[in-house]
């Protein structure tokens, strides 16, 4: 069956870096587009970032200049490399696979990770 699974999150600073990885299986991988979502306390989920199978990407505004999206399609590894982290940052942070290829916000993606916490103190 198909796994998503994801790492990296953690407690850091404002200002700090840190980066996701996840962890696909049971998938073609490089078929599928790849996102990154969140969700903070009492906040509906939002976009983070998204690649499509062919590595177009895609970012929420608040995290334009900030966060990197990029995959490794012959590890089925999507990463998140986020940088300037702000306490607004702080948010369960879930992996998304979608069989749909090309990222479009109308698409709902199939599959999702449990999803990994990341802190920003200030």
């Known amino acids: 069956q198909v796994q998503v699974v994801e790492s990296g999150g953690g407690l850091v600073q404002a200002g700090g870096s840190l980066r996701l990885s996840c962890a696909a299986s049971g998938l073609t991988f490089g078929r599928y587009a790849m996102g990154w979502y969140r969700q903070a306390p009492g906040k509906e989920r939002e976009l983070v970032a998204a690649i499509s199978s062919g590595g177009r990407t895609y970012y929420g505004e608040s995290v334009k200049g900030r966060f990197a999206i990029s995959r490794d399609n012959a590890k089925n590894t999507v990463y998140l490399q986020m940088n300037s982290l702000k306490p607004e940052d702080t948010a369960v942070y879930y992996c998304?696979?979608?069989?749909?290829?090309?990222?479009?916000?109308?698409?709902?993606?199939?599959?999702w990770g449990q999803g990994t916490q990341v802190t920003v103190s200030s």
């Open positions: 998304a696979a979608g069989s749909f290829g090309s990222y479009s916000p109308r698409y709902v993606f199939d599959y």
